[in-house]
């Protein structure tokens, strides 16, 4: 199996692993969307007790939020040195039930199939050359009934405004170069994908910000960045 992987991705946010739970750095943005995409998350898929695995997990600011909500986490990611920044967080926290792994989307798919009640990829499609195998990997992974959840960036002029030249440029949200304009995904593809691979929408959602008050916000809006709700049917 050919891994669906930018090496020079993984090295971007390898060079910047060590930053990576500091909320003042060039991951305040994780930090600062973190509380609400976790308690969308929980609202909808209620995560206590359950299996969850975390895709692209990065250095787990989300996974180890939703183990501190009583999931039993596993966190993937192909950069090995955010993986062990996270190992590391975890363990100094003290959070027990979770663990991450250096293992491809597709290969945990294939290794332990309908294995988990819910799934997370956040900010890590746009990362990917092929994140329609993503989408399907997640379809794989998830129990009949499970929940499924993505989130990118729209491809289109207002999103290149606000997601490069905005947050990498002018409010240095973001370091220059974290994003390509190309690889950015219309919610009409992700739906696609998301309907090619088996799985039910359902929720869409926006996500805006105010950079005065650096307050986030779920809205109906998808015009940027946005975030998809699936389930997988139970006769899947």
Known sequence: MMTNADPQELAKFSDLAHKWWDPESEFRPLHEINPLRLDWIDHLAAIRG????????????????????????????????????????????GVANIDYRSIAAEALAAEQPGQFDVVTCMEMLEHVPDP????????????????????????????????????????KLLPRGTHEFARFIRPAELARWIRDAGLDVVQFKGMAYNPLTRRYWLSGDTSVNYLVACRKPLAA
């Open 132 to 171: 329609s195998s993503v989408v399907r990997a997640c379809f794989e992974m998830a129990r009949p009934g499970g929940w499924v959840f993505f989130s990118t960036i729209n491809r289109n002029p207002k999103a290149f405004l606000f997601a490069i030249v905005g947050a990498e440029y002018v409010l």
């Open 50 to 93: 359950k299996n969850v695995v975390d895709v692209g997990c990065g250095g787990g600011i989300l996974a180890e939020s939703m183990a501190r909500k009583g999931a039993n986490v596993l966190g993937i990611d192909l950069a090995d040195k955010p993986l062990k920044v996270a190992q590391l967080h975890a363990m100094e926290a």
